[in-house]
C-alpha cells in the first residue's frame, strides 16, 4: 500500500490486516517502486495524490513491470475523469478514500479470487 497520509495509511492497513491480510506500507511511490521490484505484492493499492511521483505514474510502472499484478487506485479528490484514467493506464480498481471502509477488503478479495 502506497499513500502518503500517515492516518490513512493506519486506517487501510488496519482494515486490510483485520481480515487477514499482510500488508506492507510506504509513503512514497519511489519507495514502493523499489519493493515491489524486490518483492511484487499480490495486489498494489495507491493514492492518486502524492509528492514527486503520482498513483497513475506508478500504476503505469508496476503494470509495464508486472503485468499481471492488479493495481487499486484510491483518492480522496477523485472523479468519474480520474476514474476513468486510471482504468485506461491499468489500475483494475478505483475507490475513493471515503468508501475505504466498505469497499476496500470486497475489492482485495475479488481480485484475489476469494470472494
Do not use: N, W
Not at 493506519?10 to 510506504?26: D, I, P
Not at 509528492?51 to 492488479?70: N, S
Not at 477523485?78 to 476496500?104: C, F, M, N, Q, W
Request: proline residues 6%.
Amino acid at each position: 500500500m502506497v499513500e502518503d497520509s500517515q492516518s490513512q495509511r493506519v486506517l487501510s492497513k488496519r482494515v486490510l490486516e483485520a481480515h487477514g491480510f499482510e500488508v506492507t506500507v510506504v509513503a512514497e511511490a519511489e519507495v514502493a517502486r523499489e519493493s515491489i521490484t524486490r518483492r511484487p505484492p499480490h495486489v498494489a493499492v495507491t493514492d492518486l495524490l502524492m509528492p514527486r511521483m503520482d498513483g497513475l505514474e506508478l500504476v503505469d510502472q508496476v503494470r509495464y513491470r508486472f503485468p499481471r499484478e492488479p493495481t487499486i487506485l484510491i483518492t480522496g479528490c477523485g472523479s468519474e475523469e480520474i476514474a476513468a484514467g486510471a482504468l485506461y493506464r491499468g489500475a483494475v480498481g478505483y475507490i475513493p478514500k471515503r468508501r475505504i471502509d466498505s469497499d476496500l477488503i470486497p475489492c482485495v478479495e475479488c481480485l484475489l479470487g476469494i470472494a
